[in-house]
């Protein structure tokens, strides 16, 4: 069954974080190659570590307090978003993803015909938490 993307949610903790549109969950699984002589000519390979990213894009709201104010100054401090800062996205109300995490970068978009736009990059940082 399709999800409709209207129902999913941001959260820095509690706090929904404004006028964001458009969420990419980006997780990764290392592949350490192991191949050796006994590996009939054929690559081998084990699972590695873990990682993932969370980029999250839409409208700037400067006076989000609790949402784009906080990535912001976690950006520009360097300040892990955890316990009651740490992001969390759910893909229909219930079923997402959450970990502790770094603001990586972000770029505030101005158009001249169009409206501030926004984009955030969350590197997580620890384990990353299946939510259901």
């Known amino acids: 069954m399709a999800l409709n993307g209207c129902g999913v949610t941001i959260k820095l903790g509690t706090n929904d ?7 990419t969950f980006d997780p990764t699984l290392d592949q350490l190659d192991v191949t ?12 590695g ?8 894009a839409g ?8 949402g784009q104010v906080v990535l912001v100054n976690a950006w520009k401090n360097k ?3 955890t316990t009651t800062t740490k992001p969390a996205f759910t ?14 970068s972000f ?12 984009t955030y990059t969350l590197q997580l940082t620890g384990a990353i938490s299946i939510l259901s």
């Open 79 to 81: 300040t892990l978003l």
């Open 107 to 118: 770029s505030i978009n101005p158009t001249v015909e169009g409206k501030v736009t926004v």
């Open 49 to 56: 570590l873990s990682s993932g990213t969370i980029t999250i």
């Open 59 to 66: 409208d700037y709201e400067p006076t989000d307090t609790n």
């Open 36 to 47: 050796d002589f006994d590996s009939s000519c054929e690559r081998e390979f084990i699972p």
């Open 91 to 104: 893909v229909d109300g219930t079923n997402g993803f959450s970990a502790d995490a770094y603001v990586s």
């Open 17 to 23: 974080i404004a006028g964001i549109n458009n969420i």
